[in-house]
């Protein structure tokens, strides 16, 4: 039985803390001295009416969640998160219709990234700010954030923080929940800190490293300019982004063995952060030696090689070249890491680093069975046994994927988009990265899409960046089963 | 006494003192100790063998759960023992228990460590473990509990169950009232009335799922499960005036199922003069007990069996105590016992959903060893100024003993100026200076004053604050 009341009094105290927040741009917008801040002044109108709604008419006792009435929560909280913070666009009348407002909020909470502005630069700060504010808020997590600050949740907390934290289950950083997501908090906000700090140094002003430091540690991708961080032509920066994508894209239980409790083995020794590196060195290196024999300078060839493998694995999409004049060989490596994606526990999306690894052992364990018929053999981890049902659930996991991967391409071509196109589309929604290949490459945008295709996206940066499962689960009849 | 280590929670800005408690083993006991200690703002982590089981606890209890064996160090560091304030023993095996508290003493220096063991041998392991190499402050042993806390209630018809407070010097008798009890019908302020005995209070009632905290038009009725506090040593007063009569000497009593449990009782009983008879349907263990017993005389026969019974003249028997591992025979049997003429029948429960229907059912008095082990944990916790909390029921309704501080709302005025909350009530006091007092409307608490309270569940963090200087919620 799912008690309506309790999910839908739970979804307004999260709706009241993004009042908050909107309510804060709307502040730091005025003092930008913008000069239009009615649409954000609006928006928090209406934020704050709803929450106010849900949490007076739907008032009774915290109760502890159900398994569904979470799975319900976090899917009406991500849902609603995205249409509020759709309104902003939408009253500013710069984004004609609310498909495109919400698609670009939606790509905004999910990290996604990929953009149906064609003209970034005429937006008003305030908007950018929250553009890229929105990003910050989904990396980390909206459930996360809420079970930090919200006292509302206790026991059936743990089933919130699995739907939307991957790889939560082996490691716990504090016996309680709330504990932990404050703790990955913390981390998340000092990572940001260091980044703003970084870009300043390196001579971006204020504004702007603001909002590229919540793109970059959310790996999300909206930059403040049309042409990303190409515009910028700065090695400095590049390098500084380099950097923060690539812990963004490290699991921040991983940071905090490191950085709180000091224990650089279980950082360095750790199998994922070497695969994820690993990865990363020979996707640049690949990519450099292609560039370097078709047309590029070795050097500048690493660089941005570099620059585009890092935000491309770790589902940034940041651009620092237009990557569809390259070989195609390295436009399709990058489409391939697209799906590797950064590590678990991390705010990259993909199909993550850990369950590649994983993969690889299992398909190599089928073949020593082959070989020898009465042998038994355990897939590891960090010295540490998988057990068959994180297996099993691992290639569900990946078989879902590919089976949505798959149906959408099929819809997108069906209301009329290109092969190439609806595939990169696709995969740079899913996996959260933005921009794609064909018509949706680095310095074009999702503007000129079927409308349909924007909802079809839509769905697909939400799917994955809840991991699937969560999404699907309520389109089952059992779900709603008594 | 020993200082309990006191922790100030960093979360948000609410000051609290927690500790943080490591529990090996997440089975009915633990998981029951965790959801408590987890109550009461503690940080909780439990390793567990089973991966089910982990999965289970994972998704109901808000504490670290990590999978592995409890003796084994690995395990034990992953779960943090060193940052652990205590460690509370309660796998199924004793051997594990052991070496967990061994770990924590020789690896991490827990402070506080609780173990439970099953072996008959527990007399002997106790002086070992409160030496030097394991330092254990408190071995739990189920059956030796249980089996007393039988004993305590086997030659009192009325009765089911007595429960001591404040170091043995104020009692809580257990009672279902009759239909025929003089007491049915009859209100608080009857009772009053009436005269008994100066210090005896009702502090709780139990009818059918609801629970009761008494006020002076409440009624008593049959059927009620009815809890009265008393002083020790006028708790014999009470019984008369409650119209329960005590059997002047216990002389017959039926022990169904050969465990542990049931040879403990029968070895206590036996001790004071009763005539025991020791059910047990496996002979080779008839053997093994008969080498154990003195006078109890082991009978090899299925005691949950009519005929059986009859035969082994089952009429009149002081009591007929059900101690198989099986709950439902334990319940069946305890209900033909009755029928069969047994004066008392007494039935060991382990499923804890069973409880209040068995209790409805007209059985004397139950008892779950888990219940009992839960309890007696709970009590040992020790937080501030709070001596024992103790639940009843499921954990409907609580028992607390805390020391009233000075300064705090509640001292210096009568109990009817204090106005404590609707479903509380202030069931004994005992001053410092030996002096102990069921109170009246009129009583007065002074500082220092150890006071137990009875009170519906959830309302403990509003009569802490009303005791305890410092705590509840205060803004750091």
């Known amino acids: 039985m799912i008690r309506w009341p309790t999910v839908l009094n739970a979804t307004g105290y999260f709706i009241l803390a993004l009042t908050g927040v909107l309510a804060l741009t709307t502040l730091i917008a005025y003092f930008l001295d913008t000069a239009d801040i009615a649409p954000l002044v609006s928006a928090t109108i209406t934020s704050g009416g709803l929450a106010g709604f849900l949490v007076l008419v739907f008032r009774g006792p915290v109760r502890e969640f159900s398994h569904r009435e979470g799975i319900l929560l976090v899917l009406i909280t991500w849902v609603s998160f995205s249409a509020l913070g759709a309104l902003p666009f939408y009253f500013s009348g710069f984004v004609d219709s609310f498909t495109d407002s919400f698609f670009e909020s939606i790509s905004g909470f999910t990290t996604t990234g990929a953009t149906i502005l064609v003209d970034i630069e005429a937006l008003p700060r305030g908007l950018l700010l929250w553009r890229s504010l929105t990003h910050w808020i989904g990396g980390m997590g909206i459930i996360l954030l809420g079970i930090a600050i919200l006292p509302l949740i206790g026991t059936g907390g743990m089933e919130l923080y699995r739907s939307e934290f991957s790889g939560a289950k082996s490691e716990k950083l504090a016996p309680r929940v709330a504990e932990t997501a404050l703790a990955l908090w913390r981390l998340y906000v000092a990572f940001s800190l260091a980044q703003y700090i970084a870009l300043r140094l390196a001579g971006m002003d204020s504004f702007e490293a603001v909002c590229h430091t919540f793109s970059t540690m959310a790996t999300g991708g909206f930059s403040t300019r049309n042409a990303s961080i190409e515009a910028f032509n700065s090695p400095a920066i590049e390098a500084i982004i380099i950097v923060f994508m690539l812990i963004a894209g490290i699991s921040f239980t991983r940071h905090y063995r490191l950085l709180v409790e ?18 990363l060195a020979s996707g640049t290196l690949a990519i450099a030696i292609v560039l370097t024999l078709n047309s590029h300078q070795p050097l500048e060839a690493v660089r941005v090689a570099l620059f585009q493998v890092v935000s491309i694995m770790t589902t940034t999409g940041f651009a620092s070249a237009d990557f569809e004049l390259w070989a195609p060989f390295a436009q399709l490596l990058l489409l391939a890491l697209m799906f590797a994606g950064g590590c678990t526990g991390s705010t990259a999306g993909g199909l993550k680093v850990a369950r590649l690894f994983l993969l690889f052992r299992v398909v190599g364990r089928e073949f020593r069975r082959m070989v020898e018929r009465r042998g038994v053999f355990s897939v590891r981890l960090n010295q540490e046994a998988v057990s068959e049902n994180t297996i099993q659930s691992l290639l569900n996991l990946v078989y879902l994927a590919f089976l949505i991967n798959f149906s959408a391409c099929m ?29 949706v490459g680095p310095t074009e945008n999702y503007a000129h899409m079927p409308v349909l295709a924007k909802w079809v996206l839509s769905f697909c940066m939400l799917a994955g960046r809840l991991e699937f499962y969560t999404v699907l689960i309520i389109f089952t009849r059992s779900f709603w089963r008594k | 006494m020993r200082m309990t280590p006191l922790r100030q929670s960093n979360f948000g800005c609410i000051l609290q003192f927690w500790m943080r408690i490591l529990i090996l083993g997440g089975g009915a006991v633990g998981a029951s100790v965790a959801r408590r200690l987890i109550r009461e703002k503690n940080e909780i982590v439990i390793v567990e063998g089973s991966e089910e089981q982990c999965a289970q606890l994972e998704d109901t209890l808000d504490a670290k759960i990590v999978q592995g064996n409890a003796a084994s160090i690995g395990t034990l560091k992953r779960a943090g023992l060193s940052e652990a304030d205590m460690l509370i023993a309660v796998t199924n095996s004793d051997e594990a228990n052991i070496l967990g508290c061994l770990i924590a003493q020789a690896h991490a220096n827990v402070e506080i460590k609780v173990a439970r063991l099953r072996t008959h041998e527990v007399g002997l392991w106790r002086s070992l473990c409160g030496g030097e190499l394991l330092n254990i402050d408190l071995v739990i042993h189920p059956d030796e509990e249980t089996a007393e806390r039988i004993q305590r209630v086997v030659g009192l018809p009325g009765i089911s169950d007595i429960r001591e407070f404040a170091e043995g010097k104020v009692s809580l008798v257990g009672m279902n009232l009759a239909a025929d009890s003089w007491l049915v019908g009859k209100s608080m302020e009857d009772l009053r009335k009436s005269g008994p005995p100066s210090n005896t209070l ?14 002076g038009d409440d009624q008593l009725r049959a059927g009620d499960h009815v809890y009265i506090v008393a002083t020790t040593d006028q708790v014999s007063d009470t019984f008369t005036f409650m119209g329960v009569e005590a059997a002047e000497r216990v002389k017959r009593v039926f022990i169904v199922g050969g465990k542990q449990i049931g040879i403990e009782v029968a070895l206590r009983l036996e001790g004071k003069g009763v005539q025991v008879k020791l059910f047990e349907r496996d002979l080779a263990r008839c053997k093994r007990i008969s080498e154990l017993v003195k006078d109890t005389v082991v009978v090899h026969a299925d005691g949950t069996d009519q005929m059986t019974l009859v035969e082994e003249n089952i009429e009149g028997i002081d009591a007929y105590l059900a101690l198989t591992g099986d709950d439902e025979d334990n319940i069946i049997s305890s209900l033909l016992s009755k029928r069969l003429g047994a004066r008392k029948a007494i039935a060991l429960v382990n499923r804890l959903d069973f409880l209040p229907m068995a209790q409805l059912l007209g059985i004397n008095s139950i008892f779950s060893s888990r219940l009992v082990i839960v309890d007696r944990i709970l009590q040992f916790v020790r937080k501030g100024h709070i001596l024992s909390v103790t639940t009843f029921r499921q954990e409907e309704a609580e028992a607390i003993e805390l020391i009233a501080d000075a300064g705090t709302k509640s001292i210096g005025k009568t109990l009817k100026e204090l106005h404590l909350p609707h479903g509380a009530i202030v069931g004994g006091i005992s001053r410092p200076s030996g002096e102990v007092l069921i109170p009246r409307g009129d009583s007065v608490i002074q500082a220092g004053d150890r006071v137990l309270l009875f009170c519906l569940e959830g309302l403990v963090p509003e009569l802490e604050s009303a005791f305890i200087a410092g705590s509840g919620r205060a803004k750091a």
Not at chain 1, 423 to 439: C, D, Q, Y
Request: hydrophobic letters at 50%.
């Open chain 1, 262 to 279: 000091r224990r650089p083995r279980s950082f360095f020794g750790d199998q994922e952060v070497q695969f994820y590196l690993g990865l």
């Open chain 1, 411 to 439: 819809a997108l071509t069906a209301v009329g988009v290109d092969v190439l196109t609806a595939i990169a589309a696709v995969a740079a929604s899913m996996f959260n990265i933005g921009p794609g290949l064909g018509s």
């Open chain 2, 202 to 215: 009702v502090a709780m009632l139990f009818r059918g799922n609801q629970v009761i905290i008494p006020r």
